[in-house]
């Protein structure tokens, strides 16, 4: 199939933002990088791409995506997420399990890896559910999503918690036996029922239920111990306190083999978003204050906090546009994580280009066990590169977004940085900021 | 004093503006209000500065003394508008309340239930706002047990919007009809202390004191076990306090908030007996607070949990005339609101 693609010729552009070079992207990989117009037979007939001042980075990875189906169509279809992932610079996403009926069989992971290869614009891999339904009751049959034709490595029962000690401390021994890892929606339920927002200073004022910090923080403690005891490997899903920054920091100290993620609504916005009672800024975990996004960015910027996920959460509109008691939480992310991470961590210096490549794509994907995406930026690559105008400065419109759902919290905002163009294995998905194909 | 309440002209009304019938002449006394700021709905207490709060509290003072003695309670002022009660939840009191408020003023009142789980979600909060809307209801009186639904609804319809107890939010005309008792007993509100006992953490009426009694000048002190007070309550323009006989002492008022029985499941505190002893308001406690001191409770009451029914009928109690205040506040609200006025013509009339 690559074969039959017309060579790419990006010009002048800057790998890591760093010294602009061209790349030559033919058969599926770069196959020529330099400092002058490279000399490979192949570029003669490339099609050419102006690439001054832009920046190219590999492919991003979001280990953390809802694609709704199958179950909410309504919402948004592999189809519909998977453009805006190729939009938002995506070249792969992990589909979170808990679709209807949940992903927790070879079956439904299986269609929803099907699926994502029929529209071809990402890489679709399903994550499996930990456990039968997403109940916490007992373990889903893990050995045969990992088995399936979606050879599953990561499960979770995001949206719910593992709770049971026991049945956390079984699933992270018994997906050893396949190098696979869980990713913790780390919230204890009991300290968190009826919760709507984070707990303090505007959930008093609100008289809205809160959502106390330790109730991430309890879980991820245990669950670090529990990957000790047992030698297994955790992933914390979109870790929101500074305290849980402290607890995972300790615990990387003494050599626990976790990992953590945040998203990009947790390193922008705060609880005060909550006053209005716009159900749009209702997200699980909650937005949390200025000081827990404080720390959030110093932990990614220095690695404690490894990656950048999005938690792309659609919700139809009868779903949100409700009283904030009742609504889905939830936020869409995968058009606006970049810009996102460009305003909070390179604009504020705590990341450099290579640093956004290392949290967006090189190290999902080393999370993820992806072997072809999050590589370097060398000859022989794969052709898995997204180009970036970092001085673009746009303004969000939420109709405006790929995803059948329109619940951005971003929406009348300006944010720096926009997707120029997405190849995949040398296939343009993005061209000129514009969907290719799909 | 006598009062004159001017309906807004509207083209449609005819006979209602033709004057408040019964009402004769006009006062033009006491000082014109400054800086009187009627908000377009009235979702929270801090939607009232000092001087707007104030103006309602002797808004209202006026219309009690217009009615008071008169054969016929009611008031043309509202003539030809309509006041719609949406209540998502059940309460009689303040519905009722609201009902005889809006009726006092001659508003046709239309109550809507929308309580009831059949109704999905809150898309039927949209849908009813909606229909409101097409009816076109001059005010909407909300109820509803999720916090910040009437904001919400504020910005799906044209009509004002009176909060009538959101969730675990607000109250704010609870708080008025509070603030109004207070001042009839105890002058003006500066410098009172007033100690609010309870369910501090889930309760709408406490949220909405809070905040107007300390705009109006007043001291509040909340008292709760530690597991009833809200995390971010050292925010508040209020004191806090775990002993209640130590705050009472000397006080010029006590509210006590209602504690429902339900709260014994989320292990807030061990017994209701233990609360009663160490929260609740008996004959020995009572008679910690000034002599002038005054009892409150928002009602319904648990006699024999937050307050024994001694006090609760003994001398100092105002929980009955509460319940009258609350007629003529909400009148005094939906007056202001709907007759649309601005600083002018307040000067003129009441």
């Known amino acids: 199939m690559s074969t039959e693609l017309r060579p790419v010729l990006i010009r002048g552009a800057a790998p890591y933002g760093e010294d602009p070079l061209d790349l030559l992207l033919a058969d599926g990989v770069i196959a020529d990088m330099g400092p002058s117009t490279v000399t490979d037979a192949r570029a003669v007939d490339a099609e050419i791409v102006d690439g001054t001042g832009l920046v190219v980075l590999p492919g991003l990875v979001d280990l953390h995506t809802h694609l709704r189906e199958p179950g909410r169509e309504d919402a948004e279809t592999v189809e519909t997420g998977s453009r805006a992932a190729a939009l938002g610079g995506y070249t792969a996403v992990f589909a979170m399990p808990n679709t209807d009926p949940t992903a927790d069989t070879a079956g439904v992971v299986e269609q929803v890896y099907r699926l994502g290869r029929e529209v071809g614009l990402v890489d679709v891999h399903p994550i499996g559910a930990v456990t039968v339904g997403r109940k916490g009751e007992r373990l889903a049959e893990l050995a045969a999503m990992a088995n399936s034709a979606a050879r599953v490595r990561i499960f979770s029962d995001d949206g719910d918690c593992v709770s049971d000690p026991l049945l956390m401390r079984r699933a992270l021994e018994y997906v050893k036996a396949f190098d696979g890892l869980i990713a913790q929606h780390a919230q204890e339920p009991r300290l968190t029922e009826g919760a709507q927002m984070h707990e303090g200073i505007v959930s008093a004022r609100l008289g809205m239920t809160g959502w106390p910090a330790v109730a991430e923080e309890a879980i991820i403690a245990r669950d670090c111990l529990l990957t000790d005891h047992v030698g297994s490997r955790l992933h914390v899903c979109h870790l929101s306190t500074a305290g849980s920054v402290d607890v995972v920091a300790a615990a990387k100290k003494r050599g626990t083999t976790v990992t953590a993620e945040v998203t990009p609504h947790h390193l922008l916005l705060t609880d005060e978003r909550a006053v209005g009672y716009d159900p749009v800024f209702k997200v699980n975990p909650p937005l949390r204050t200025a000081s827990d996004i404080g720390a959030l960015r110093r932990a990614l910027a220095d690695g404690v906090i490894d990656i950048v996920a999005t938690d792309h959460a659609p919700h139809a509109s009868q779903d949100k546009e409700t009283e904030w008691d009742n609504a889905s939480p939830g936020m869409l992310g995968l058009q606006t994580a970049l810009s996102v991470v460009i305003e909070t961590m390179v604009r504020s210096g705590l990341l450099d280009w290579r640093g956004v490549a290392r949290v967006m794509s090189e190290t999902p994907a080393r999370i993820g066990g992806l072997r072809d995406q999050g590589r370097p930026l060398t000859v022989g690559e794969p052709a898995t590169v997204v180009l970036i105008d970092p001085q673009a400065v746009w303004t969000v419109d939420a109709d405006a977004l790929a995803s059948l759902s329109c619940n951005t919290p971003y929406a009348g905002m300006q944010l720096p940085g926009r997707v120029v163009a997405t190849y995949l294995r040398g296939r343009a998905t993005v061209s000129a900021a514009v969907l290719v194909g799909g | 004093m006598t009062v004159a309440m001017q309906p807004r002209e509207r083209a449609a009304e005819g006979p209602a503006s033709a004057g408040p019938a019964g009402v004769t002449g006009t006062a033009p006394t006491g000082p014109t209000p400054q800086r009187v700021r009627m908000p377009r709905h009235l979702l929270s207490a801090s939607d009232l500065d000092r001087a707007t709060a104030e103006h309602v509290l002797s808004t209202a003072q006026r219309i009690e003394q217009a009615i008071s003695g008169r054969e016929v309670r009611k008031l043309p002022t509202l003539r030809g508008r309509t006041v719609v009660n949406l209540f998502f939840e059940d309460s009689t009191r303040t519905r009722i309340s609201f009902e005889v408020a809006a009726k006092r003023l001659s508003a046709d009142v239309i109550n809507f239930s929308a309580k009831g789980s059949s109704v999905s979600k809150g898309e039927s909060l949209k849908d009813t706002a909606w229909t409101l809307q097409a009816m076109g209801a001059d005010a909407v009186v909300c109820r509803h047990s999720s916090s910040g639904a009437p904001q919400q609804l504020s910005a ?195």
């Not at chain 2, 709408?204 to 705009?215: D, F």
């Not at chain 2, 130590?246 to 006590?254: K, N, Y």
């Open chain 2, 156 to 350: 799906w319809v044209d009509g004002h919007v009176i909060n009538a107890g959101d969730g675990t939010h607000e109250h704010p005309t609870q708080a008025l009809l509070d603030a109004y008792t207070l001042r009839r007993h105890l002058g003006g509100l500066d410098g009172r202390r007033v100690v609010v006992v309870g369910d501090v953490l889930h309760s709408r009426v406490a949220r909405s004191n809070v905040l107007l009694l300390s705009t109006l000048g007043a001291e509040v002190t909340l008292v709760a076990p530690p597991t009833l007070l809200p995390v971010g309550v050292t925010n508040w323009p209020a004191l806090v306090s775990y002993d209640l006989d130590s705050a009472l002492v000397g006080a010029d008022a006590v509210m006590m908030l209602r504690v429902q029985r339900e709260r014994m499941s989320g292990a807030f505190f061990p017994t209701e007996r233990e609360y009663s002893r160490s929260y609740g308001l008996d004959g020995r406690r009572r008679d910690l607070i000034a002599e002038h001191g005054i009892v409150l409770h928002p009602g319904p009451m648990n006699r024999g949990m937050e307050i024994t029914p001694q006090v609760a009928d003994g001398p100092g109690s105002v929980i009955v005339e509460q319940v009258a205040n609350g007629v003529t506040v909400r009148m005094a609200v939906l007056y202001l609101l709907l007759s649309g006025e601005t600083d002018a013509a307040m000067g003129a009339g009441l």
